[in-house]
């Protein structure tokens, strides 16, 4: 009788090794769910949930081309979170061929209209984001970190109302001086009956909500344009992270970064709590765009979205990337719906100017007695 074969520490370790990462992905899943002012560091592993899924498909094949039985193990634990692994990836959407009776959206967090590879202001640059904006032809204009001065050439929200043919704006100033002004705004071609701000530290800041009730054929809709906590890393961090790619790192800078993404977690948790109740107490359907700065693996998204429908999942294709900037490349950047209205089209320009890819979507209103 033959005995069986014995196995290698090869397999053992690379079994142990698999075995945390399959643990990691779990706990990943958990991260839409728990609140991080509750248990913050599950908010980690949400954000590493693209890595751990790719590990993860890596060992499948690892262990598939090695004859072993465990390549079932990590596939079906990736086929438990198969629902958010479609928040990161869309294929065989197709545009609807309705053409008439559209909304257009765009949503921009513009960087103040400075490019990220320079950081500071250039005509030329300008020139091209403006041009960007206004070749995207929308009917509304959700941006984020806006910029525009009161004279010349950087009076960028009067060139919008003058070549875009928005006739309408509104916007909430966080920073300004005698000339210059810095906002989050919302730009329509369609009448703004009614504008609303809502402070989540109770003053004037760049992480804000604003919603604009619009007149859209004769349904009133309501826009909301969110900016959530921002992750605030200073010039140091962006050095250290370039220095991470050439594996130097050290622990001081990882505390400070860790301690930086960590208060960011913690309070998009409670103003997506405060955004959702917002949503759910709207008597009109809901348009909800901005910069989330967070994954669609988070708890802010996941609260959010929860009775709306995601632009990209609807009519997005290929992988969801909206962040230009040096941390890792994440989608951050949503355009979500209520149910009353169907998604014709979706579109993320990459053309990188600001940190943040515009993102673009089209929509039909269907149902307005349906609200959410």
């Excluded at 916007?171 to 002004?181: A, G, H, M, V």
């Excluded at 103003?271 to 359907?285: F, G, H, K, M, R």
Aim: glycine fraction near 4%; aromatic fraction near 16%.
């Amino acid at each position: 009788m033959k005995s069986k074969k014995k196995k290698s520490f090869i397999f053992w370790f690379m079994l142990f090794i698999n075995v945390i990462c399959l643990a990691a992905l779990v706990v990943g899943y958990l991260a839409a769910w728990v609140k991080p002012s509750i248990y913050w560091p599950i908010a980690f592993f949400g954000l590493a949930y693209p890595f751990n899924v790719l590990i993860n498909i890596l060992f499948a094949i690892y262990w598939i081309i090695n004859k072993r039985w465990f390549a079932i193990v990590p596939l079906l634990v990736i086929a438990m979170g198969w629902n958010t692994l479609l928040d990161y990836v869309q294929f065989g959407n197709e545009k609807s061929s309705q053409t008439e009776n559209t909304l257009s959206i765009l949503t921009y967090n513009a960087h103040l209209f400075k490019p990220i590879k320079t950081n500071k202001y250039d005509k030329k640059s300008k020139h091209e984001m403006l041009e960007m904006v206004l070749n995207a032809k929308t009917d509304i204009i959700c941006f984020q970190e806006f910029y525009s001065r009161k004279r010349g050439v950087y009076d960028i929200k009067d060139s919008l109302l003058q070549k875009g043919g928005y006739t309408h704006f509104e916007q909430e100033i966080y920073d300004s001086n005698d000339n210059e002004t810095m906002s989050i705004a919302i730009f329509s071609k369609y009448p703004i009956i009614n504008y609303e701000v809502v402070q989540f530290y109770g003053i004037k800041h760049a992480n804000v909500c604003t919603y604009a009730d619009i007149l859209f054929m004769e349904d009133t809709i309501r826009v909301f344009n969110i900016h959530l906590q921002s992750i605030s890393f200073q010039p140091e961090d962006y050095q250290y992270l370039d220095q991470v790619k050439n594996v130097e790192t050290d622990m001081q800078s990882n505390k400070r970064i860790g301690s930086r993404l960590k208060h960011a977690f913690i309070h998009r948790g409670d103003q997506a709590d405060q955004v959702a109740q917002l949503i759910n107490e709207s008597q009109y359907p809901v348009l909800v765009c901005g910069d989330f700065n967070d994954t669609p693996a988070s708890y802010a998204f996941n609260i959010i979205s929860r009775d709306l429908k995601d632009s990209f999942r609807e009519k997005g294709n290929g992988i969801g990337v909206t962040y230009n900037g040096a941390f890792p490349n994440f989608q951050i950047d949503y355009i979500l719906c209520s149910k009353a209205f169907e998604v014709n089209d979706y579109k993320i320009i990459k053309k990188k100017y600001s940190d943040h890819y515009p993102v673009k979507a089209v929509f039909i209103l269907t149902n307005t007695k349906e609200i959410n």
